[in-house]
């Protein structure tokens, strides 16, 4: 492929720069605002190009010195060279325009980012890619758009520090596995006490040979608190000692008059990589639903119950709504465990559980939901049968959260405000909070 030269003029969603050749708009990885950079074209369509960058010409002065030796190369991390209130600032753009490309969302209603306390060493989940080649152990992250495995052995930046030390004890205990080439991923977990869990994936045919291995490799791995196996998928989690579950907390008092809680999720379970950003997201989640004691409330993909169990002390009825059995053990759990009172929990997707309340007549005045990545376009219309006043939607996506609101619109509502969260330092993913209100 050809190379050019382009000015990065700004950040885009994805984590490349920005830039234009010939008027073309040109994307760039690992680019900064104001370098000047020799690239190769690595696909040219007609409206845009996609480039690697091959020499900084003139780097930018808000460059910073990325401190992962592999950063550039693995494809968890893709900011690392900018500083964090560059990120932020780029963070919100990218929402605003997001949000108006998709959602015709005006750009004012974007508020600030809420910055993370740490920039680093805050990611408390994390699956880590194993491969095996030519007699050796690679085990780290994938290559940016491949399934090439970048080994890293000294630990990741962004990773909290008990699952670097998972990471080196589990990385000489796969090694020694006698077929090392047959576990093609171990994911790891910490929760906000520091308890570790980690779930080998095991794609072999001696399953009882696999058992017997890791069941005998307790004392080889003293950071991890519950070792299990997955043979497929996540319903094949099978434990091999020690812990099933983590937790993580919110203070008394973080919320008014709310009493110390502390939330459980089961191996395979969905909870927030960060757990001081997921205060912040309680926090303002709280804010805009705005209840009074009077409200009925629904928590669609409630998972573990995040923000209905916290919440039910302010409404006069809560509902959550999970499609995946597990995670509603541990909401329920959850509800006896911090006395959290009546909490109804239904088993389905959020197109069924809202088709399935308003058969019944429900109506809830307040509604929360927090997708996964492709967002709830399924469910708008099942959310609007139930006539809520104020709906909470909380995205990882802006772009499917756009497509979204723009479909809520339609059906009579507004966006009141957005606020973007930094759940994920040092890369371009960003959380966010959005309220919506009948017009």
Known sequence: MTETVVRIESLAFGGAGFGRVEGKACFVPFTAPGDVARIRVTLAKPSYLEGELRELIEASPRRVAPPCPVFGTCGGCTWQHLSYADQLEAKERIVADTLWRFGRVEPEKVGRAVAAAEPYGYRSRVQFKVRWIAGKLQMGFYRRGSHYVVDIPGGCAICHPALNRVLAEIR???????????????????????????????????????????????????????????????????????????????????????????????????????????????????????????????????????????????????????????????????????????????????????????????????????????????????????RPERIVYVSCDPATLGRDLGIFRKDGYTVRECIPIDMFPQTFHIESVTLLQKV
């Open 172 to 386: 000489h205990v796969v090694g020694h596995f006698a077929e090392p080439d047959r576990i093609p991923q171990v994911d790891a977990a910490v929760g906000d006490g520091g308890a570790t869990v980690a779930v080998v994936h095991y794609i072999g045919d001696d399953r009882e040979g696999a058992r017997a291995y890791f069941a005998g490799c307790r004392s080889d791995l003293s950071a991890v608190e519950g070792l299990h196996l997955q043979f497929g998928r996540k319903e094949s989690i099978e434990p091999v000692w020690g812990v099933d579950g983590l937790t993580y907390g919110f203070p008394a008092g973080f919320l008014p008059d709310l009493p110390e809680m502390s939330l459980g999720f089961s191996r395979g379970g969905f909870s927030q990589v960060n757990y001081h950003q997921n205060r912040e997201l309680l926090r303002t989640v709280y804010r805009m639903a705005a209840l009074t004691g009077a409200e009925r409330l629904l928590d669609l993909f409630c998972g573990n119950g995040n923000f209905s169990i916290p919440l039910a002390r302010y409404a006069a009825g809560v509902v959550g709504v999970e499609e995946y059995a597990p995670s509603l053990e541990d909401a329920r759990r959850n509800v006896l465990t911090n006395g959290a009172g009546e909490i109804e929990f239904i088993r389905a997707d959020a197109a069924t559980g809202g088709r399935h309340l308003a058969s019944r007549g429900d109506g809830f005045p307040v509604v929360i939901l927090d997708p996964p990545r492709t967002g709830a376009k399924e469910a708008v219309a099942e959310i609007a049968s139930l």
